[in-house]
């Protein structure tokens, strides 16, 4: 089934550590990006891309980064992981503009770094 | 600068009765708006977009850009319906969206 998989659900991992959050979809689109929810906040878009080798910065500033080398993965990886990373990470797609256009979201990675 | 504002962070009801989830938008463009919701442990998903016209789950929203507001509202609100419900906004010629901080719809029995 087509779908969008975001692994892994949950992570706790230390200061200073490297650390890569996937994200893959079936569904063909171009169209993917990755928003960073605090509880109780909104979702801030913090990268995003139309396809394969092209990438953005959204409007949160992010420490984060990502890659597009192929159509359906779209990993975000932070370097060395503070407590200030802390925070959920989903990713999305999106196809072309038509009657049932919108996002589709993954179910989210819930990252504590401590 | 772009802003969704969703002034109603919880919104408790009874089974029955009518429903109305604020939304207003700061754009000067012409914008796209969506209503998202996302049910205990399940997925944020698409619940309805403005350009669609279209009732779902007996949800209806009409963009009113006078008042530049893009209320969610259902007639009889049902226990199904209790959810996180998330407005956004997408600007002209651009596919990404600005959130608003959500509403907790509690539909009580």
């Known amino acids: 089934e087509a779908d969008i998989y975001q692994t892994p659900r949950y992570l706790v991992i230390g200061t200073g550590k490297k650390i890569t959050l996937e994200c893959s979809q079936t569904?063909?689109?171009?169209?993917m990006y990755w928003y960073q929810q605090d509880p109780g906040m909104e979702l801030h878009l913090i990268h995003y891309?139309?396809?394969?080798?092209?990438?953005e910065k959204g409007d949160l500033s992010s420490e984060s980064t990502v890659s597009r080398i192929r159509t359906e993965h779209f990993p975000l990886t932070l370097e060395s992981a503070r407590p200030s990373h802390t925070s959920q990470y989903l990713c999305a797609s999106s196809g072309l503009r038509g009657v049932d256009y919108g996002y589709t979201f993954g179910s989210g990675t819930r990252l504590t770094v401590v | 600068a772009q802003r969704v504002t969703q002034p109603e962070k919880l919104l408790s009801v009874f089974k029955g009765a009518p429903v109305e989830l604020k939304c207003n938008y700061s754009y000067s463009g012409s914008p796209e708006l969506f209503w998202y919701v996302q049910y205990s442990r399940q997925r944020l998903q698409l619940l309805l977009r403005?350009?669609s016209r279209e009732s779902i789950k007996g949800f209806t929203a009409d963009l009113n850009k006078g008042e530049t507001s893009f209320h969610l509202k259902k007639p009889f609100a049902q226990e199904e319906d209790s959810a996180m419900y998330y407005c956004a906004l997408s600007r002209t010629n651009t596919d990404k969206l600005i959130f608003g901080t959500g509403t907790r719809l509690q539909v009580f029995p």
């Open positions: 891309s139309y396809g394969v080798n092209s990438t």
């Open positions: 569904m063909g689109h171009d169209k």
């Open positions: 403005h350009i």
